[in-house]
C-alpha cells in the first residue's frame, strides 16, 4: 500500500511533523545522517544538523524535497543537535520550532519565521526563553489561541528539571520510579508566536480507572516524549510517546492545557527504538505520521511513513487497516 512505504527513501527522515497550509499536505520532519557515534541512552547517534520541508497534493502521491530549510550554522546559540520540529502559522507568517542544546549543552527550544510554508525559515538570535527539553509541538486552536507543548525523558532531559532549574547530576536518575510520572510541558504562546505568555505548566494525564494522574511505573500508558495536539468533534487529543515501551498513545481533554483522560494505543511498536509521530486531517480523512527503520535497520536512520486512521461513535482513534505485526 502507498500509504506505508517511506515518503522519501534519498535521505533518512524521522519524528514528522504534518499540517495542512494552502489546502496541501506539508511534512516536517528531521533530518537523520550518517555517523559513527554509537548508540547511548544520552541519544548522542541522533547527530542532526539541518531541516528539510516535504510537500504533496496527494497522500501516496508525488513528493516534494524542498531541501534545507534551516542549518545549524544559521542559529546562533546552538551546539548540536537539531531534533524533532514542528510548525504553524499565524500573522501570515509560518513559525518553525525546533529542539537544539545550546553552548552549555542543555536542550532548549528556538523558533524560525519564514514567508511560505516551505521555507526557508530565519531564526531568533536566542532560544524562547523559558523553553527547554524536546519535542516542540505548536496546537493553534479555532479561537487563534497558539500553545507550545515540549519535553522529553533521558536524553531529552526532562528529568533534569524537576526542581525548577536545570540541574546536571538528575541526569543520570533518567525519571522517577514511583510516584507519579513525569510529563510533558504547556504554556501559551503570545501573538507574536515566538515568546510565551503564561509559566509552564504539566501536561497532567489521568488513567480513567482512578481519576489520578499516570504514575511513573505504568510504563505502558505514561509521557515519555513526542508531544503532539489535535482536535477532532470539540475534543482536545494530547498524543505522545511512551518511549521504552514504544508505543503511541492518546488522551483526551476538553482544555488544550488538560487535563486529559487516557484513551488508548494508536500505534504499537515499529522498527526502531524511537517512535514519534503526529496527527492531521487532509481531504476528509485523518492520517497518522510516523516513523520507522525498514529501510536502514539502525535506530538513528528512520523514514517517515503514513497510516489512515478512524475515530468511533465513542471518538476512540483506531488504524483503519489493522497493523502487521513487528517481527
Request: net charge negative; glycine share 10%; proline share 6%.
Amino acid at each position: 500500500m502507498a500509504d506505508k512505504e517511506p515518503i522519501a527513501t534519498h535521505i533518512f527522515t524521522a519524528d514528522p511533523s504534518a499540517h495542512v497550509f494552502n489546502s496541501k499536505l506539508y511534512i516536517y520532519p528531521s533530518h537523520d545522517r550518517e555517523t559513527d557515534i554509537k548508540d547511548n541512552d544520552n541519544g548522542d547517534q541522533y547527530d542532526m544538523n539541518d531541516y528539510h520541508v516535504f510537500s504533496m497534493e496527494s497522500v501516496g502521491g508525488p513528493v516534494t524535497d524542498h531541501g534545507v530549510v534551516l542549518s545549524q550554522d544559521d542559529i546562533p546559540w546552538v551546539s548540536k543537535q537539531l531534533w524533532a520540529p514542528d510548525a504553524a502559522t499565524a500573522n501570515g507568517k509560518y513559525y518553525l520550532y525546533f529542539p537544539a542544546r545550546d553552548k552549555d549543552g542543555v536542550f532548549r527550544i528556538g523558533v524560525a519565521e519564514g514567508d511560505n510554508p516551505e521555507g526557508p525559515f530565519k531564526p531568533e538570535p536566542d532560544y524562547i526563553q523559558g523553553s527547554f527539553s524536546i519535542d516542540p509541538a505548536c496546537f493553534v486552536d479555532e479561537d487563534g489561541g497558539a500553545y507550545l507543548y515540549f519535553g522529553g525523558i533521558w536524553g531529552g532531559q526532562l528529568q533534569c528539571w524537576t526542581k525548577g532549574k536545570f540541574v546536571q547530576d538528575d541526569y543520570t536518575n533518567m525519571e522517577a520510579c514511583e510516584g507519579p510520572a513525569l510529563t510533558a510541558k504547556v504554556a501559551k504562546l503570545n501573538p507574536d508566536m515566538k515568546t510565551l505568555a503564561t509559566e509552564v505548566t504539566d501536561v497532567v494525564i489521568l488513567a480513567p480507572e482512578t481519576g489520578k494522574p499516570l504514575l511513573a511505573s505504568d510504563h505502558d500508558k505514561r509521557f515519555f516524549e513526542a508531544a503532539w495536539m489535535h482536535k477532532y468533534n470539540g475534543k482536545y487529543y494530547f498524543s505522545y510517546s511512551t518511549g521504552d515501551t514504544h508505543y503511541l498513545c492518546y488522551a483526551i481533554g476538553d482544555s488544550p492545557l488538560g487535563p486529559f483522560t487516557y484513551g488508548g494505543r494508536i500505534l504499537e511498536p515499529v522498527k526502531g527504538w524511537t517512535t514519534h509521530h503526529s496527527i492531521a486531517e487532509f481531504k476528509g480523512k485523518w492520517y497518522l505520521f510516523y516513523h520507522d527503520t525498514s529501510i536502514s535497520g539502525r535506530n538513528h536512520l528512520r523514514c517517515v511513513k503514513i497510516r489512515e486512521i478512524v475515530y468511533d461513535e465513542e471518538g476512540k482513534i483506531g488504524l483503519a487497516e489493522p497493523q502487521p505485526k513487528l517481527e
